[in-house]
């Protein structure tokens, strides 16, 4: 059986880190574990910036950001040649980016601007409970 491929927005990863009884976290830890997580340079960079934002720093302890991104890169770095320009926010153009690139079966997001583009070139974009729904039961 193959693993699916998922990219999880940055999003999800600050939810999972905040919350870890949450869905999020849950589709995180499913993902690392039944899944094959894509990452980009460019995804990575923007969750390393997000985890050590002001907002962020008081409520993540360096410690949880550290493991986390040691995590994230022992997954498959995928290099993207074709930059999409599809999203109504074009910060989350990323996602899909590395999502074609990495011929991904889904992105795992809560973010609506990603959310409504549902499917996009044939890859689903799914809530972390949706996502869980689809692949746990496989």
Known sequence: MNRPRVVIDTGVYVSALLKPNSTPAAAVQFAFIQAEPLVSLDCLEELRQTLDSRKLRPVIRPEQAAELLSAI???????????????????????????????????????????????FRGVAILRPSEFLARYAGR
Do not use: Q, W, Y
């Open 73 to 119: 890169g022992k997954h498959r770095s995928i290099p993207v040649r074709e930059a999409i320009t599809a999203c109504r926010d074009p910060k989350d153009d990323k996602f899909l980016s590395l999502a074609v690139a990495g011929d991904a079966e889904c992105i795992v997001s809560g973010d609506n601007d990603l959310l409504v583009l549902h499917p």
